[in-house]
Structures are given as structure tokens and as C-alpha cells.
């Protein structure tokens, strides 16, 4: 089991920048493979960007292609979510999940374990 934790959300202006981080509990973490997912106010939540456990393997969302990159750094067992060229449309709540396997699926329902979530407000 994994526990993990969200930080970095904020207020930014249209076109600014901000980093996600998703700090992991266990000694298994290289065994995961771990997910951003967002939720804007009255929508579902949706795929942002998927890792796989070793990081070999990465996929973003076509909306966030170009301006959003996932990485990890398994001796620190922490994810991270760069967004750069952020837009109002990016504003939501959001998710870090993990699976245990290497695969890195984009669908939220095969992630078992899931972070609070961490508010992202992009002004215009």
C-alpha cells in the first residue's frame, strides 16, 4: 500500500508556471506507476498525465501536450507535474494516483490509491 501526498498548487496568472510534486510513503515506490488527473468545478475528472514505475514510459493529454511534463525520481519517491503556458481552462483540483505495476494506464479507474488534491487557479 501507498500513501501519497500533493503539493505545489497555487493562484498563477495566465502564462505563468507552477510545479506539482506527489511525495510517496513506502519502500516499493519504483513499483508503482503514478498519474496526474485534474477536476474543474462541475466537470468529471479527467487524464492529465501518466508514468510508468520506472519512468521509461510517459503519456499526456492532448489539452496539455507541449505545456505539461511528468517526471519521477524514485530515490526520492516523488512524481512531479511541470506546467508551463498555464491557462484559466487548467483551473481545477489536481490528483496524484498511484497503481502497483509498471503500466501506466490513462484511465483514473485503475489507480488504487489517490492523493487530497491541490488547487491550480489560473487568473486571465
Known amino acids: 500500500q501507498v500513501r501519497v501526498v500533493e503539493s505545489g498548487g497555487g493562484l498563477v496568472q495566465a502564462g505563468g508556471s507552477l510545479r506539482l510534486s506527489c511525495a510517496a510513503s513506502?519502500?516499493?515506490?519504483?513499483?508503482?506507476?503514478m498519474g496526474w488527473f485534474r477536476q474543474a468545478p462541475g466537470k468529471e475528472r479527467e487524464f492529465v498525465a501518466v508514468?510508468?514505475?520506472?519512468?521509461?514510459?510517459?503519456y499526456h493529454a492532448d489539452s496539455v501536450k507541449g505545456r505539461f511534463t511528468i517526471s519521477r525520481d524514485n530515490a526520492k519517491n516523488t512524481v512531479y507535474l511541470q506546467m508551463t503556458t498555464l491557462e484559466p481552462e487548467d483551473t481545477a483540483v489536481f490528483y496524484c494516483?498511484?497503481?502497483?505495476?509498471?503500466?501506466?494506464?490513462?484511465?483514473?479507474?485503475?489507480?488504487?490509491?489517490w492523493g487530497q488534491g491541490t488547487q491550480v487557479t489560473v487568473s486571465s
Open positions: 513506502g519502500r516499493t515506490f519504483s513499483s508503482y506507476a
Open positions: 494516483a498511484a497503481r502497483s505495476g509498471s503500466i501506466a494506464y490513462k484511465t483514473a479507474r485503475n489507480y488504487d490509491y
Open positions: 508514468i510508468s514505475s520506472s519512468g521509461g514510459s510517459t
